[in-house]
């Protein structure tokens, strides 16, 4: 892969697109856009430049003068991603939508909002409940990170079991694509069969194909009624188990969520309070809406009912708050216990997930790694992180968190699963997109990333290196 | 667009991928084949050949031929396409999936179904049924159309309110790509961001991307309660206005559907039976489900006020069978009043859906236009029939129609519609995708056209020609 350097001549170009204050190559000012929450300096990159766009126009010409003079442009949200998605791994620009920042419309009668990609995913949320409405995407980071930056890794979170994905709330995004023209993709539509679905191509697409400029979001009525179920399980297998069960028992609820023992406690210990069943139990946090507060009832009964048949020592109404901030503080407890964590963000099918755990847990003895696992269970997602050992060295971790790796990913792939749930590919990952995803479709995928960026500018070396 | 012919020595070799029995080259067992539900002779072609396919592997031998040998490949379902989708505009083969009509798996405990292209939707709505399961797919030709051609065109249908588009429905496809390779796109999970969604591209694209083979699609535990309500409206606007009033009271109704008294009438008569309300109603027909009988009661009462307060002249619970026999007797009711008809599909969002309804009726008027209108009003999907007027010349009337379209398109992009909602563009209405989609984004979809399928070997001059 060869670039074209920054040059004094092109700096000079991009400070008459955006203004000399929206043009940073001071290297103290830059480090912060060297990495994302990825704390391993081993994954850190400086660009050559941070440039901050305040218009689509403005990324437009910056991604033609890009294309002119070949120079990666790295786009970057909050920097809250995971698999170094937004750092630029062969230098070049990093472009910062941060300052596009504005919920443009929260449209009561129509149920919708149009944002800037830079809006804190916490603040769209917030906007749309002080009209009664209510913004279905959650991932856990929603204080700090950004719709752009949602949209770009297709996020997840808390409420995907009855929602979907930030795909799911998407019903259209202008982007500024790889050639440097605006496009609007998909449209405020409950359906359409109009051509290809390029929204949904781009959703997820990690900023190689478009840098999303605005993008039109689906908003609904504000659930009336909602309940928190703790139900507290001594075996972890039974605790994944029962995601299938609820749902065949005809409820849709809006989350499950698991965390196992040693977790507990070390969240326990971040949070400096007791939990409920941290002596020995495994979590599964059920929250479930309601039309009424009788259908509530009805549904927290056979929550209820499921849950101890399937061996749960107790299931509690929880404090919705205090619930949320244990399972919140996951990765804040984490980081508490290490800097040095290899973040895996695995899913297969629900009804593979318990097997997973297994396997996962057989794995983290094999060879000796230490482990905090909290999953989404009602996807089969799970977050495992490994942390270094505080008594191996980098090195002897590194290989071992490596060799856990191979034999993971080929469970995994063997039972329908794949590398990420939520968190993306970014560069992070990519010899293993390369060595696990079916050939065939890769070769479809590089295909369109050449067809659609022939330079290869657009955030190069994410997901896969083209060759 | 020039091809070779399929000569005696192709189909030596059609012959020997397939067997001599699935070879077709006679003019009369070939003539079903040259279109689909489009009764306008205008819009048939005939193939130079029919073949069948019965493996997977026999599709990706046929497409390798088609590109080392460059004739055109049409992958056919069961023909009951409104768009001409599956029509061999340039000749060359047909490719009917009909054979492969396997439903290979049904699973209960991991909710999905794994079927091949060929099953008809009713089939898997019977045998998920049997098992006290649900497959939310319904397309209003249910009856006769294949799961492949629902995948194909995106199908929706009757319950897309609730459970959206056969998009939503499938976990993954199988699919020969147009170089012949058996790619596996999209997996039986939750969520995940391991790379582009290449599964939501090829969903919608008409057979231009890949030929279906197989597909795993979502199962749900079959809904416990449901009810359906007839509203009747003298004012048709009022009827329409009355979608976005429901969901804001915060109930998610499977479907709301939309009949005007025309075409009441015209369904009244093809049927022969008195129909509720028939001397000036509008009818708009919701069914909503429940998790027990008082949440179905609760929600009746919420939908008698809201349709009340909306001007409804009288609310009924329905009879189910007897009311969607009626709403489904629309195409059939059309086609006996005329086999020459212009069918509009479009689609607006739901909020615009009685502004169009009004331009739609002042359209017609302008042009003397005989319509007969029933709509997935939940989706803001409008199904416009025009008729032939009796006195016309069919080239008076077709310059009419396609004045009125000039006129209507023009409108329903203004408010952020699209040419179709559910049918699909086809050759019939690429003329009118070319005309109105956004240039950028016309570009990208046929860059990734191109990429995919250098030969333009699948399915070519469908959704737009790539030039």
Same mark, same amino acid.
């Given at each position: 892969m060869h670039y074209e350097k920054i040059t004094t001549e092109i700096l000079e170009?991009?400070?008459? /697109?955006v203004g000399p204050k929206n043009v940073v190559t001071d290297a103290d000012a830059m480090q912060p856009y060297s990495h994302d929450e990825v704390t391993d300096p081993a994954y850190h990159h400086m660009p050559e430049a941070v440039v901050f766009a305040e218009t +689509?126009?403005?990324v437009s010409a910056i991604i033609k003068l890009a294309n002119a003079c070949h120079f990666p442009v790295v786009p970057r949200g909050a920097g809250t991603g995971l698999a170094c998605g937004a750092v630029p791994e062969y230098g070049g620009l990093v472009l910062s939508l941060e300052k596009m920042n504005k919920i443009l419309e929260i449209n009561e009668n129509g149920l919708y909002a149009v944002v800037e990609p830079g809006v804190r995913t916490s603040d769209l949320q917030e906007a749309a409940e002080k009209k009664g409405l209510f913004y279905a995407g959650d991932p856990c980071s929603g204080d700090s990170c950004f719709i752009g930056g949602n /949209?770009? &890794?297709?996020? @997840?979170g808390n409420r995907a079991v009855k929602y979907g994905t930030t795909r799911h709330q998407v019903y259209s995004v202008e982007v500024v694509n790889p050639t440097g023209r605006i496009v609007n993709l998909g449209a405020r539509l409950q359906k359409q069969s109009t051509g290809y679905s390029l929204d949904q191509l781009v959703i997820g697409s990690e900023g190689t194909l478009g840098i999303i400029t605005k993008a039109t979001l689906k908003l609904l009525p504000k659930?009336?009624? +909602?309940?928190?179920? *703790?139900a507290i399980f001594d075996d972890r297998r039974q605790a994944m188990g029962v995601v299938t069960k609820i749902i065949k028992a005809g409820i849709t609820? &809006?989350?499950? %969520?698991?965390?196992?023992? /040693? &977790?507990i406690k070390s969240v326990e210990k971040y949070l400096n309070e007791n939990l409920q069943g941290s002596d020995n139990g495994n979590y599964v946090i059920v929250e479930v %809406? @309601? &039309?009424s507060e009788d259908d509530l009832d009805d549904k927290a009964v056979v929550l209820d009912e499921v849950c101890t048949e399937n061996g749960a020592s107790s299931v509690l109404v929880a404090d919705h708050n205090k619930i949320w901030q244990a399972r919140k503080a996951f990765a804040e407890a984490v980081r508490a216990e290490s800097l040095i964590v290899c973040k895996e963000d695995v899913v297969v099918p629900v009804d593979q997930e318990a097997a997973l755990l297994d396997e996962i847990l057989r794995l983290a003895q094999k060879y000796n790694l230490v482990t905090r696992i909290a999953s989404h269970a009602g996807d089969g997602n799970i977050h495992l992180n490994i942390l270094k050992n505080e008594d191996a060295t980098y090195e002897d971790w590194d290989q071992r968190v490596k060799a856990n790796q191979q034999e993971l990913y080929k469970f995994i792939y063997a039972h329908g699963g794949r590398l990420s749930g939520e968190h993306g590919i970014g560069y992070k990952r990519k010899h293993l997109m390369e060595e696990f995803t079916d050939p065939g479709e *890769? %070769? #479809? #995928?590089?295909? /369109?990333?050449?067809? *659609?960026?022939p330079n290869d500018i657009l955030n190069p070396g994410k997901i896969f290196d083209v060759e």
């Open positions: 170009k991009l400070k008459a /697109i +689509a126009q403005q /949209i770009a &890794t297709n996020a @997840g659930p009336k009624y +909602a309940l928190d179920l *703790l609820p &809006t989350c499950v %969520e698991f965390m196992d023992n /040693i &977790t %809406e @309601g &039309t *890769l %070769e #479809m #995928m590089k295909a /369109i990333k050449k067809a *659609l960026d």
